[in-house]
C-alpha cells in the first residue's frame, strides 16, 4: 500500500501527494489497517478515523490473552474442558458461536491456515512463517494450546497498543492529534475489551498528551462508526477530515483547490 500502491494513485490521480494530506479510514479489519498505518508510517499520514478495530491489545484478541492463558478455548480452571470461551454474541450477550467452533469450522475450510476466514487472516498476517512455508499458527485448532514462542512474535510485531507504549517516546509526538476511534461497548466480537486497554494508553500520555477521541456506542454491536442513522460513515466524516486537513497543513499549502 505504501510503496506500491498510493504512489500510483497519486501519480495517476489528481492528489496532492503530501503526507499532510493524507488521512486513513475503516471498519472492523479495516478499522485495525487505518490505526495500523498510523503506527508503523507515522510520517506518511496525518489522521486515522478507526471504526470498531480488529483487536488493538492481543492481551485481549477478542477473549483471549495470548500471552497469560495456555489455551484459547477453555477459561478459568484447568481441570474444566467446556468450551466455554465465547467469541461471537448478539447485544443481549446471546453467545452465537465459541472461540472453539469458529476455529473448527476454518479447520474444516482449509488446513495450515488456508481457510481464508477472520482467524486465519489474523494468523497469516501476524505471525510468522512455520518450516512448511505455511504460517505459524498461534493455537492448535484441535486442542487450543497457545503456542507462547508465536504469541511472543505478534507481541513485538503487531500489538499496536504494546507498540504504541514500547515506542512512545518516538510515536507520541508524530500521532500528537491524529487518532480518532469508534467502537461499540457491547461489540458482536468482544472487541471492545482490547480498544479499552488503548485508551487508557492514550489517556494517560503527556508531554504530548495524544489530543484524539475514542468515543463509544452504548449498546451498539459490530460496526458502530457514531454517524446519524440513515447515513454512511464516509459521507459523515469527510467533512471532517477535509478540516483537518486543511487545520494542519503546512505555511504555504493548497488548501483551496480541492474544495468543490
Same mark, same amino acid.
Given at each position: 500500500?505504501?510503496?506500491?500502491?498510493?504512489?500510483?494513485?497519486?501519480?495517476?490521480?489528481?492528489?496532492?501527494?503530501?503526507?499532510?494530506?493524507?488521512?486513513?479510514?475503516?471498519?472492523?479489519?479495516?478499522?485495525?489497517?487505518? $490505526?495500523? %498505518?498510523?503506527? *508503523?508510517?507515522?510520517?506518511?499520514?496525518?489522521?486515522?478515523?478507526?471504526?470498531?478495530?480488529?483487536?488493538?491489545?492481543?492481551?485481549? *484478541?477478542?477473549?483471549?490473552?495470548?500471552?497469560?492463558?495456555?489455551?484459547?478455548?477453555? %477459561?478459568?480452571?484447568?481441570?474444566?474442558?467446556?468450551?466455554?470461551?465465547? +467469541?461471537?454474541?448478539?447485544?443481549?450477550?446471546?453467545?452465537?458461536?465459541?472461540?472453539?467452533?469458529?476455529?473448527?469450522?476454518?479447520?474444516?475450510?482449509?488446513?495450515?491456515?488456508?481457510?481464508?476466514?477472520?482467524?486465519?487472516? *489474523?494468523?497469516?498476517? &501476524?505471525?510468522?512463517?512455520?518450516?512448511?512455508?505455511?504460517?505459524?499458527? $498461534?493455537?492448535?485448532?484441535?486442542? #487450543?494450546?497457545?503456542?507462547?514462542?508465536?504469541?511472543? &512474535? +505478534?507481541?513485538?510485531?503487531?500489538?499496536?497498543?504494546?507498540?504504541?507504549?514500547?515506542?512512545?517516546?518516538? $510515536?507520541?509526538?508524530?500521532?500528537? #492529534?491524529?487518532?480518532?476511534?469508534?467502537?461499540?461497548?457491547?461489540?458482536?466480537?468482544?472487541?471492545?475489551?482490547?480498544?479499552?486497554?488503548?485508551?487508557?494508553?492514550?489517556?494517560?500520555?503527556?508531554?504530548? =498528551?495524544?489530543?484524539?477521541?475514542?468515543? +463509544?456506542?452504548?449498546?451498539?454491536? =459490530?460496526?458502530?462508526? #457514531?454517524?446519524?442513522?440513515?447515513?454512511? *460513515?464516509?459521507? =459523515?466524516?469527510?467533512?471532517?477530515? %477535509?478540516? =483537518?486537513?486543511?487545520?494542519?497543513?503546512?505555511?504555504?499549502?493548497?488548501?483551496?483547490?480541492?474544495? &468543490?
Amino acid at each position: 500500500m505504501i510503496d506500491e500502491l498510493i504512489p500510483v494513485v497519486e501519480e495517476k490521480f489528481r492528489a496532492i501527494g503530501e503526507p499532510w494530506s493524507r488521512t486513513t479510514f475503516g471498519g472492523s479489519t479495516g478499522g485495525w489497517r487505518a $490505526l495500523a %498505518a498510523h503506527v *508503523f508510517y507515522p510520517d506518511f499520514f496525518n489522521g486515522a478515523w478507526v471504526f470498531c478495530p480488529d483487536p488493538v491489545d492481543f492481551r485481549y *484478541f477478542q477473549l483471549v490473552d495470548i500471552y497469560d492463558d495456555e489455551n484459547a478455548y477453555y %477459561a478459568g480452571s484447568s481441570f474444566k474442558k467446556d468450551p466455554i470461551r465465547p +467469541w461471537m454474541r448478539s447485544v443481549d450477550d446471546q453467545v452465537l458461536m465459541t472461540e472453539r467452533d469458529a476455529s473448527i469450522l476454518e479447520l474444516v475450510l482449509g488446513t495450515r491456515g488456508r481457510s481464508g476466514d477472520q482467524m486465519d487472516i *489474523f494468523q497469516a498476517v &501476524y505471525g510468522p512463517v512455520g518450516d512448511d512455508g505455511y504460517p505459524r499458527l $498461534l493455537y492448535d485448532k484441535n486442542t #487450543g494450546v497457545i503456542d507462547k514462542e508465536v504469541a511472543s &512474535y +505478534w507481541k513485538e510485531n503487531y500489538d499496536l497498543r504494546y507498540i504504541l507504549e514500547r515506542d512512545r517516546e518516538t $510515536l507520541g509526538p508524530k500521532l500528537e #492529534g491524529k487518532l480518532r476511534i469508534y467502537m461499540g461497548d457491547t461489540d458482536t466480537f468482544y472487541l471492545e475489551e482490547a480498544t479499552r486497554l488503548l485508551e487508557e494508553l492514550l489517556e494517560g500520555t503527556n508531554n504530548p =498528551h495524544y489530543r484524539g477521541s475514542v468515543t +463509544w456506542g452504548q449498546r451498539e454491536p =459490530h460496526c458502530y462508526t #457514531g454517524a446519524p442513522p440513515g447515513k454512511s *460513515f464516509l459521507s =459523515h466524516y469527510l467533512p471532517e477530515m %477535509a478540516d =483537518h486537513v486543511t487545520r494542519t497543513a503546512p505555511e504555504g499549502a493548497d488548501v483551496t483547490s480541492w474544495k &468543490y
